[in-house]
Nanobody
């Protein structure tokens, strides 16, 4: 079973930065498109950022474009989300997700994800 495990969440003031990490055990990491989603109470899980198999293709939600950066290290089975200029509206539980793929594309729909982490809470104070 593929099990993403997130880390790096916490409390940060508006304007601050935080880096999230997601590690997946096993030798299958390079076969998965990786993405970050976030969810707040009463809302559906929303796409934040995604990266393709090779890492050369990335996509971001408009709300985080220019502030967040996603990257992957296939040798370490790890995907990162560097978050800068954080805003209170960024407060959410952030989930790491994996989508099995044979193409170097970014998958953005939550229903297209095959495996999910348990989430890590990011709280941005105003």
């Amino acid at each position: 079973q593929v099990q993403p495990v997130e880390s790096g969440g916490g409390l940060v003031q508006a304007g601050g930065s935080l880096r999230l990490s997601c590690t997946v055990s096993g030798r299958t990491f390079a076969n998965y498109c990786m993405a970050w989603f976030r969810q707040t109470p009463g809302k559906e899980r929303a796409f934040v950022a995604g990266v393709s198999l090779s890492g050369k293709n990335t996509h971001y939600a408009d709300s985080v474009k220019g502030r967040f950066t996603i990257a992957r290290d296939n040798a370490k089975n790890t995907v990162y989300l560097e978050m800068k200029s954080l805003k209170p509206e960024d407060t959410a539980v952030y989930y790491c997700a994996a989508s099995f793929s044979q193409a170097d594309i970014v998958v953005v729909g939550h229903r297209g994800m095959d495996y999910w982490g348990k989430g890590t809470l990011v709280t941005v104070s105003s």
